[in-house]
């Protein structure tokens, strides 16, 4: 190999390193909140490093993520770091996430049905809120991994997200 096809090899090699973690910490990353009018999670949330290691691992795995914001499911649960939603090109889902070493473990999911209606409440721990209750048009699907409780309006999505967190 020449000097000059190794160096082109070398530069090469450095962009598919570097891409990944320039979209996540470049402005791009935030373009698509601005196409829906969401605000970016600072940096100074609690939850902003955990948050942004999930978007590495998604990237890692294929996702193309448009937009980290805030989610109105911070303080759900007792000891919770906070949560972040998600836009990618997968979908969109949230994450809720606990102090390390806090986790989802034994935090159980109980759904029932009132009509057309999806009503989720919680058991175990970390302890929930004291309303519990999320009434939903709509089936969720979580997956629990560890720090991180994704919350997914789509299976697909869902499956998507969890193939991404088990391959860490």
């Known amino acids: 190999m ?10 090469i090699g450095l962009i598919f ?8 910490a470049g402005g791009n990353q935030l373009a698509g909140c601005s196409d829906v009018n969401w605000t970016t999670l600072p ?8 948050a942004m290691d999930l978007a590495q691992t998604l ?10 914001s805030p989610s109105t499911m911070t303080g759900t649960f007792e000891g919770q770091e906070g949560a ?3 836009r990618t090109n997968e979908g969109d889902f949230e994450t809720l996430f606990m102090t390390k070493p806090h986790n989802f473990n034994k935090l ?15 058991a175990g721990r970390p302890k929930p809120w004291p309303a519990n209750l999320i009434d939903s048009a709509y089936p969720l699907y ?7 409780l994704i919350v997914a309006q789509d299976q697909r999505v869902a499956v998507r997200v969890k193939g991404a967190i088990d391959g860490r």
């Open 2 to 11: 020449t000097v000059k096809g190794a160096l082109l090899f070398a530069v």
């Open 17 to 24: 390193v570097a891409l990944p973690r320039l979209a996540v």
């Open 43 to 50: 940096e100074s949330d609690l939850a902003y490093s955990d």
């Open 59 to 68: 990237i890692n795995h294929r996702f193309i993520v448009t937009c980290i």
């Open 84 to 86: 972040a939603v998600y």
């Open 108 to 122: 159980r999911v109980i759904e029932h049905h009132h009509g057309r209606r999806y009503l989720y409440s919680f």
């Open 142 to 148: 979580f997956v629990k991994h560890g720090n991180e």
